[in-house]
């Protein structure tokens, strides 16, 4: 049964730290690209960052470019996701996913190019 699960969220003041984490199970992820999203009350589950197979490759929306940070280590089938200098606009669920085989970064910010989704973890930054 293939699984992501993802922890670390929860409460922080805006301007504190968040690290995400979400482990992998079922099958071998190393070779899928890992993404994060994220869904706000009332709005649609948007991209967030996504690290190639071998992470040398990694892409971030324009939002959250320089202050969130993606990794990976395959070793551990887990991908994490270091949240820094967060909003009260960064309040959300916040979900990874496994792209099989995707390569092309023209793609890593698609939701559909994602096959598997975890459930998702709440992030609620407050002022």
């Known amino acids: 049964q293939v699984q992501l699960v993802e922890s670390g969220g929860g409460l922080v003041q805006a301007g504190g730290s968040l690290r995400l984490a979400c482990a992998a199970s079922?099958?071998?992820?190393?070779?899928?690209?890992m993404g994060w999203f994220r869904q706000a009350p009332a709005k649609e589950r948007e991209f967030i960052a996504a690290?190639?197979?071998?992470?040398?490759?990694?892409d971030y929306a324009d939002s959250v470019k320089g202050r969130f940070t993606i990794s990976r280590d395959n070793a551990k089938n887990t991908v994490y996701l270091q949240m820094d200098s967060l909003k009260l606009e960064d309040t959300a669920v916040y979900y990874c996913?496994?792209?099989?085989?995707?390569?092309?970064?023209?793609?890593?910010?698609?939701?559909?190019?994602?096959?598997?989704w975890g459930q998702g973890t709440q992030v609620t930054v407050s002022s």
């Open positions: 690290i190639s197979w071998y992470a040398d490759i990694t």
């Open positions: 079922g099958r071998t992820f190393s070779r899928d690209t």
């Open positions: 996913a496994a792209a099989p085989a995707l390569s092309d970064r023209v793609y890593f910010s698609n939701r559909s190019s994602y096959t598997y």
